[in-house]
């Protein structure tokens, strides 16, 4: 079966909450796939008058999704350019600083823990050749009625205004050309539409193996974490957002995944609408589908209260 389950995992982990602004809720499923490799963020009190959201869609691993979810709220906050209100800098900053977080000592045993799922303390060798997997991350920081979005990978964020889908990412795929000739330029190739012949996406956090040419900065590696930033103005227009991996964005358009989620959001609660989602996303059987619907699926819904 390759990296596929006989059966699909179905159950759900569903987290809702909300405060003066907004309701959210997340969902996230395993299905076919052996392992679950996902991760989110939700904080809906991050600092004065701010939230934020992020989904983390893992490769090689699952540790460096669920690194990045635990440290990016308290590096963004403690971020110099964030204190200083230039939250697009911060966001940029914060991306790169995870994967120099993830060189550290402590960086290093902490993903060796969540890898091998270890408990906290649990003494370990801090052995670079276990940094071997990557994430994808897009994140959505809510300042008083500004949306920052951030992202790296190919996991996505998009609006439901007016009705229509407004997509606040790009996905970023080795084929594009500025991403093929930052990835040429770096010393990389771009084969069968995959970075040196093996990673389908053109940036990411960790994915370190990627991000070695000493004489070039960080941002401009052949796989590089360097976000671009989307900013946009909450209005009442604005009815709801999404982030989700590309799990979900396989198997719907930006436009049927507003779609499907306006015909439910005023009739059901929002956690089950977000597992909706899944469950439509989610193939019958892995012999008909062509690995579609086969990936492991996040989706984050934010409900804007006017």
């Given at each position: 079966?390759?990296?596929?389950?006989?059966?699909?995992?179905?159950?759900?982990?569903?987290?809702?909450?909300?405060?003066?602004?907004?309701?959210?809720?997340?969902?996230?499923?395993?299905g076919w796939r052996n392992t679950m490799e996902d991760?989110?963020?939700?904080?809906?009190?991050?600092?004065?008058?701010?939230m934020i959201f992020g989904v983390f869609d893992g490769h090689g691993g699952k540790e460096i999704a669920e690194f990045v979810?635990?440290?990016?709220?308290?590096?963004?906050?403690?971020?110099?350019?964030?204190?200083?209100?230039?939250?697009?800098?911060?966001?940029?900053?914060?991306?790169?600083?995870?994967?120099?977080?993830l060189k550290t000592q402590d960086g290093l045993k902490e993903v060796i823990r969540i890898a091998k799922d270890l408990p906290d303390n649990y003494p370990v060798q801090a052995?670079?050749?276990?940094?071997?997997?990557g994430c994808t991350s897009v994140v959505a920081l809510i300042v008083n009625n500004t949306l920052y979005v951030a992202n790296a990978g190919d996991s996505r964020c998009i609006l439901s205004r007016d009705g229509r889908a407004v997509e606040l990412s790009?996905?970023?795929?080795p084929d594009l050309p500025q991403e093929r000739d930052r990835i040429i330029k770096a010393g990389g190739i771009v084969e069968d539409g995959r970075v040196m012949g093996n990673l389908n996406l053109s940036r990411s956090i960790g994915d370190l193996e990627?991000?070695?040419?000493?004489?070039?900065?960080?941002?401009?590696?052949?796989?590089?974490?360097?976000?671009?930033?989307?900013?946009?103005?909450?209005?009442?227009r604005d009815q709801f957002m999404v982030l989700a991996c590309d799990g979900v964005w396989d198997m719907l358009t930006s436009q049927e995944c507003v779609d499907f989620i306006a015909q439910r959001i005023k009739s059901k609660p929002l956690g089950s609408v977000a597992e909706d989602v899944l469950d439509r996303c989610l193939a019958p059987d892995i012999a008909s589908s062509g690995g579609l619907?086969?990936?492991?699926?996040?989706?984050v819904i934010v409900d804007f209260k006017h």
């Open positions: 079966m390759g990296p596929y389950l006989s059966s699909p995992i179905r159950d759900k982990k569903n987290h809702s909450g909300e405060n003066l602004r907004v309701k959210c809720a997340s969902c996230e499923m395993q991760a989110k963020l939700i904080n809906l009190s991050l600092a004065e008058n701010s979810s635990r440290h990016f709220c308290q590096e963004i906050i403690s971020n110099r350019a964030f204190q200083n209100r230039n939250y697009e800098q911060a966001l940029k900053e914060t991306f790169l600083r995870m994967d120099e977080l052995d670079p050749s276990m940094l071997v997997a790009q996905d970023h795929k990627y991000k070695k040419n000493s004489s070039i900065p960080q941002k401009d590696q052949m796989i590089s974490a360097y976000p671009d930033v989307r900013i946009e103005e909450i209005t009442a619907g086969c990936d492991n699926t996040t989706i």
